[in-house]
């Protein structure tokens, strides 16, 4: 079974049971998971840029903080899902 870097209704999560990791979905799973790594390094960079702006207001520093968690997040679903995290 392969965790999904998707929630399916209420958050749940989705999984994928198949033997062909080249399937559609497979392959599919495999781009987002990309997307989701490659959006983390954008959102960290931003988020170092906010934090050493000495005149970065709440505003600046509460959207940067709701992305790194965000971004947090789907990296963690993407580790669990390849096994590297619990």
């Keep these: 079974m392969r965790l999904l870097p998707w929630t399916g209704a209420g958050g749940k999560p989705c999984y994928l049971s198949t033997d062909d990791p ?12 990309a997307l989701h790594l490659a959006d983390a390094a954008g959102v960290l960079e ?5 934090l050493d702006d ?17 971004s947090l997040g789907d990296t ?4 669990v ?3 590297e995290c619990a």
Aim: net charge positive; aromatic share 2%.
């Design 22 to 33: 080249h399937s559609p979905l497979s392959r599919l799973a495999d781009d987002i998971e």
């Design 46 to 50: 931003g988020a170092r840029a906010v």
């Design 54 to 70: 000495p005149g970065a207001g709440e505003h600046a520093v509460r959207f940067a903080l709701a992305r790194a968690v965000e």
């Design 76 to 79: 963690l679903r993407v580790a």
């Design 81 to 83: 899902s390849r096994g």
